[in-house]
Nanobody
């Protein structure tokens, strides 16, 4: 069974940082393309970042502030979020693309507030 479990969310002040983790199981992690999405209240789900084996891609809204990475030895993908602002407040979801199917985690809440 494919399973993705996000962690690391919480409350942070504007300008602060958080590091999200997504622990994967049930598939060969090293060959899967991994992504982070987010959904703010009243808004559509938004793509944030993706990583293949070596290539990373970012939405314009987070470029230069967020870094996606992966540790294949730990079957984990990360999202380092710096210079957070209130517009980053959302539930953040991890997604895996494996064998032509998308798999989603349950999400972790990130709240940026003073």
């Amino acid at each position: 069974q494919v399973q993705l479990v996000e962690s690391g969310g919480g409350l942070v002040q504007p300008g602060g940082s958080l590091r999200l983790s997504c622990a994967a199981s049930g598939f060969t992690f090293s060959v899967a393309a991994m992504s982070w999405y987010r959904q703010a209240p009243g808004k559509e789900r938004e793509w944030v970042a993706s990583i293949t084996r070596s290539v990373t891609m970012y939405a314009d809204s987070v470029k230069g502030r967020f870094t996606i990475s992966r540790d294949n030895a730990k079957d984990t993908v990360y999202l380092q979020m710096n210079s957070l602002n209130t517009e980053d407040t959302a539930v953040y979801y991890c997604k895996a693309l494996n064998s032509g199917h998308d798999y989603w985690g349950q999400g972790t809440q990130v709240t940026v507030s003073s």
